[in-house]
């Protein structure tokens, strides 16, 4: 059974930095296609940052582009999203998905594997 844990969120303010991390437990990282989404209160959720399976090619959101940054190590089995320049408009649940197509895709329905989330608070 495939686990993601999300961990690495918390308040901060506008300008800071924040690194996300998703453990991954009973499947090798690197052969799922690992998408971040995000869910702010009242809001739908959203694609945030995507990896390919077994690649390094990445995918991002306009609104995070140049902002922020998806990576993989394999080694620790585990993903991150490192977010820089973060705004208030940035403040959301970020969730860790996977699925075990070779694609990364937006729409979150089509991800087999879902984290717990973790909250991400953003002050002005």
């Known amino acids: 059974q495939v686990q993601l844990v999300e961990s690495g969120g918390g308040l901060v303010q506008a300008g800071d930095s924040l690194r996300l991390s998703c453990a991954a437990s009973g499947r090798t990282i690197s052969d799922l296609s690992l998408g971040w989404f995000r869910q702010a209160p009242g809001k739908e959720r959203e694609f945030v940052a995507g990896?390919?399976?077994?690649?390094?090619?990445?995918y991002y959101a306009d609104s995070v582009k140049d902002r922020f940054t998806i990576s993989r190590d394999n080694a620790k089995n585990t993903a991150y999203l490192q977010m820089n320049s973060l705004k208030p408009e940035d403040t959301a649940v970020y969730y860790c998905?996977?699925?075990?197509?070779?694609?990364?895709?937006?729409?979150?329905?089509?991800?087999?594997?879902w984290g717990q989330g973790t909250q991400v608070t953003v002050s002005s």
């Open positions: 990896i390919r399976r077994r690649y390094t090619a990445t």
């Open positions: 998905a996977g699925r075990g197509e070779m694609s990364v895709v937006v729409p979150g329905r089509q991800y087999n594997y």
